[in-house]
């Protein structure tokens, strides 16, 4: 089988002249509609599920990358943290968002990455997602990675053109359209936010026809991760999106679909704005020139205090291990003590405790323990929340075998 070309290749440079470009004429064309290019108070920025980059300190150092310095140095084993990072639980409470996020070119002149929009990658937390993955897999952290951004691109790609189009059609002048949308979807619980349903689907496919050659460890790693997302983000695992773009049709449309317009009228407007919940491939017959998808900056991004990184990891406990998963969930039972405490749990095999000494898990502690419990990172968290912290459903049902290697 032919190998398609990796994503990393395939990233388009950011041109700054390009970007500003665009930023300008959407400032221009919202003016005309009588809009303020500024970010309003009822609506909020959320370029990301993570309360953490929406609200990133003053203090901090933030450092930006072009979308093609991909972090080869990060990768290798030596330079990937001890500690348990936890992102794919954050991305199972939060969606694939905490990893990376799109910044709309409405919104050039706000943080994070004042001055730039785009598409942005969060360089620690894609990097310690990728060493994950190779845990999980037995596949190397390179190929993880590059699957992930396959998916992630895509999804955030998705976001990029239906802000685009909205665009285009708020150049004909008349009423704005993307911004009302936002502010109705920020009202919304996660389980309506359709978009986020379309742009996993599109990752996805994109994943399968690109990333074809990669281990189905991978895939299925990548398809549980959004299967296990909260709301509106697990429906992406549908290949059918017909009516999350219906809905989000819908949705777009709501500020140009007053009650007493004739039915008529309303489903010309639907109809044109269902037109834009499409992603063409490579390119969108449905967005001009200017607004093609090379037109979207891609970039790394990362943040960093005194203490390093601002971008706290979701620990998992010495003490949550042992008195919740272990004790509650996997109903284990004390066998005997020397350096280091051990249990046998539900499905006959024997655990080591965690180092005493340390707060926290460290990431190989992790990995051992839920792989002697047939779990991978994904699992335990949507284990961890669907019990509501080990609290609910336990012990477990059915009782799950060691995975290989465990």
Known sequence: MLQTTSIRHRLPTPSRESSDQIAAAAAHIEDANDRNSAIEDDEPLHTSTDPIVNNIPNNSNESIWDGTDWPID????????????????????GGLDCIAFYKSFRHVRSKPARGR?????????????AADMAADTMETPEACLDALVELVYTHELY??????????IESSGGNPLYRPYRRLVNRLPMQ???EESVANAYGLAALKRNCGHLRSSIHQFLETLVASSPGAYASGIN????PWKDALAVQVSSSLLPPKQPNEVHSVILSTIRAGTNLGSPTD????????FNSCPVYWIDWAGANGSILTPLTISVREMEREFIGRYLAGVPEHTSDHKFYKIDNGTKVKMPNPHNADVSNGEFKNIIGK?????????????ETVGWKKNVPRTPILMPRDGF
């Open 74 to 93: 990060e990768l290798r084993p030596t330079s990937i943290s001890e500690a348990y990072d936890g992102v794919a639980g954050r991305i199972i409470d």
């Open 159 to 168: 976001h990029y053109k239906l802000d685009a189009y909205c665009l285009q």
């Open 285 to 292: 017959p449905t967005l001009g020139r200017m607004l093609h």
């Open 239 to 242: 290949k059918n999106q017909t």
């Open 117 to 129: 929009w785009g598409i942005f990658f969060i360089r620690s937390r894609c990097v310690a997602l």
């Open 373 to 385: 419990a047939g779990m991978t990172g994904p699992a335990f968290h949507l284990a961890r929340r």
């Open 192 to 194: 309506q936010w359709n």
